[in-house]
């Protein structure tokens, strides 16, 4: 269950991409009157807004979140891609949603028994797709046909073969995870320690609540 904030604070919280709303508004014919108007602010308020000099907070701009928060949204995504084995064609898929967790599993290559680099050879992006839904995609590296050897480019996300899986909740992204520790990351034993943690960590700081974690609230 995903938690928000209560009372005072709720009216507080500012809205990150405040900058964002205004110019999505304006480039749908919002003028900065119409927007104070709509918002109860005044004009330099909104202007202010505009320059990035201030942030709103989430109540003011519910007006504008109502309308325009989606699309948004839509503005956070990332693209994979996935390539058939046999006939190498490409299949191409748009995620969108934040990604809360990005972990890369890296084998270790060794020269007479000295370490000499670490290559990333799997891969596991998680996308927080609001209303309590995520989806997992789990990567390995591209390696060339001919000499196997891993795939290079400045784009990290082009390097990777992906396989994009169904939307879940909460309680069954942390079943996930943990299942994967267990059958995947054999080869890797620390990572297989250290993500039951990983992912944990990452809900709680996007405001979900979960079941198992001991809470010690303060008193303010």
């Known amino acids: ?8 604070n709720a009216k507080k919280k500012l809205f990150k991409q405040t900058r964002q709303l205004i110019n999505l508004a304006q480039n749908h014919g919002w003028t900065q009157v119409e927007i104070a108007e709509k918002c109860r602010v005044q004009q330099s308020m909104v202007s202010s807004w505009k320059r990035g000099v201030k942030e709103a907070p989430e109540s ?5 979140l109502e309308i325009f928060g989606h699309k948004l949204r839509r503005n956070s995504f990332r693209v994979y891609w996935a390539l058939d ?18 972990q890369s599993f890296s084998d270790p290559r060794r020269q007479n028994y000295k370490l000499i680099k670490k290559i990333p050879v799997h891969k596991l992006v998680i996308h927080d797709q609001g209303k309590g839904k995520f ?3 789990q990567q390995s590296r591209l390696k060339l046909r001919n000499s196997n050897e891993e795939l290079e480019c ?12 169904d939307q879940i909740d909460a309680v069954e992204l942390i079943d996930f995870v943990d299942a994967y520790c267990k059958e995947q990351l054999e080869k890797f034993p620390s990572d297989a320690h250290t993500l039951p943690y990983l992912i944990r960590k990452a809900l709680l700081n996007h405001g979900y609540h979960l079941d198992g974690v001991v809470e010690y609230p303060a008193v303010w």
């Open 85 to 102: 084995p046999e006939t190498l064609q490409p299949t191409f898929h748009k995620v969108e949603g934040k990604v809360i967790l990005s």
């Open 1 to 8: 269950m995903e938690t928000k904030p209560k009372g005072k």
């Open 154 to 165: 400045s784009q990290e996300d082009a390097i990777w073969n992906s396989i994009v899986g």
């Open 60 to 64: 003011v701009l519910k007006p504008l």
């Open 135 to 137: 989806r997992v995609i």
